[in-house]
Structure formats: structure tokens, C-alpha cells
């Protein structure tokens, strides 16, 4: 059985993602195994199971196809679209989210193999009274965004990289959220909202 952190790393490719998700499946009874069922047709065969997300607190059952990742679970079942898909195969960033308090590339994290861990998005960073997070409100003192597109995935990864103990300088800010990339270019902005939140930031 593959290593779960193995498809949460950014240079796994889709092919790579989709025949772990099998074998992991297939090792955990979902899928049948035999000498007749091989990885390609585990991968598409579409074989439909239940799975149980909490994300952002709540739990949610859902009949997933064992080849959905946690984006889409996202996007397309629960209808939280915060969370955006650019690349979908791990090199932009912009689906960053939490995933047991971890940042996670959740194009490359299979839904079935987060069930029991806790999900953490964009939609749920706002205190319960609806106040902004220091990032968010960061992000919006010091312009951190033009289009929008990718600030989802750079707010969950800043406030990571804040946690993480790596936003102590403006260089290593910019090494560990090398991740998240930004058409617009909003670079510097970016750094000066996460050296503002870290200082908000509770803990920090
Ligand atoms: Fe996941 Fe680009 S959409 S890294
Ligand atoms: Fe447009 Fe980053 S603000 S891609």
C-alpha cells in the first residue's frame, strides 16, 4: 500500500495519484483484487463507495467514485468552490487546504483517503463570529491579490507557513510559499500581508 504523504506531494504526477489511489483502495477491500484486476482497470473501473468528510467542522456522507479528490469532493459535492482548481495537477497551489492542520494539495489527495482527518478550507479560516483571520484581513490591508484567483490556496498556505514557523523573513517566506503561484504578480504584497498576519497571529 502506498504511503498516504505520497499523494500530497506536489511532484506526484495524475497517473502516479490515480494508480496509488487503486492500489489503496484495493488494499483496503474497496476494490477487488486478483490476478485478473490489474491497476489499469482499477483506475477505471469507477467503482462508487461511501465516504465520510470533515470539513470545516461539519461531517458530510458522500457516494464518491474512488478516484475523486478532495477538490472536487469539494467543488463539485459540497459546493464549497472557495478552494480553486488552476493546474490540477499540483503545480500552481491554488487548491491548498488543511488537512489535519497540514497544508495538503487537495488536486492530489484522494477524498477516501482522508475520511476521519480533519479538513480545514478557505470557507472555514473566519472566526465563529464571522470576523476575518488576521491573514485574511492581511491580505486585504496590504492589496495581496489583483485577480483573486489563487489568494484561497495563498491565504490556507501563508497561515501554514506562519504555524509552520517559517515567515521570519521575507526570504523565507518567499521559500516556503514557493508553492502558490500568482499570475498577477502580487509577490511582495503577498510577503508583507504574512509578515503582518504573523504577528497577529494567535501563538505567533
Ligand atoms: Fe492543485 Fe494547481 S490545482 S496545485
Ligand atoms: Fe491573480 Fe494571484 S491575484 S493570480
Known amino acids: 500500500m502506498p504511503e498516504l504523504s505520497l499523494l ?5 504526477s ?15 477491500g474497496i476494490l477487488p483484487s486478483g490476478a485478473d484486476a490489474s491497476i489499469a482497470d482499477l483506475t477505471q473501473s469507477g467503482t462508487m463507495v461511501p465516504v465520510r468528510l470533515q470539513v470545516n467542522g461539519k461531517e458530510a456522507d458522500l457516494l464518491l467514485d474512488v478516484r475523486v479528490t478532495v477538490l472536487d ?6 459546493d464549497l ?3 480553486k482548481k488552476g493546474c490540477d495537477q499540483g503545480q500552481c497551489g491554488a487548491c491548498t487546504v488543511h488537512i489535519d492542520g497540514q497544508r495538503v494539495l487537495s488536486c492530489l489527495t484522494l477524498a477516501v483517503a482522508v475520511q ?4 480545514d478550507t478557505i470557507e472555514g479560516l473566519a472566526g465563529a463570529n464571522g470576523g476575518l483571520h488576521p491573514m485574511q484581513q ?3 490591508d496590504h492589496d495581496g491579490f489583483q485577480c483573486g484567483f489563487c489568494t484561497p490556496g495563498q491565504i490556507m498556505s501563508a497561515v501554514a507557513c506562519v504555524r509552520e514557523g517559517h515567515a521570519g523573513s ?21 510577503v508583507a500581508a504574512i509578515r503582518q498576519a504573523c504577528t497577529q497571529m494567535p501563538g505567533h
Open 170 to 190: 521575507d526570504t523565507e517566506i518567499r521559500e516556503y510559499m514557493s508553492g502558490n503561484l500568482c499570475r498577477c504578480g502580487a509577490y511582495p504584497n503577498i
Open 8 to 12: 500530497r506531494m506536489p511532484n506526484v
Open 116 to 119: 476521519g482527518q480533519r479538513i
Open 138 to 140: 492581511a491580505f486585504i
Open 81 to 83: 468552490t472557495g478552494t
Open 14 to 28: 495524475r497517473r502516479d495519484l490515480l494508480t496509488a489511489g487503486a492500489a489503496l483502495a484495493a488494499g483496503a
Open 73 to 78: 469532493a469539494l467543488r463539485e459535492h459540497l
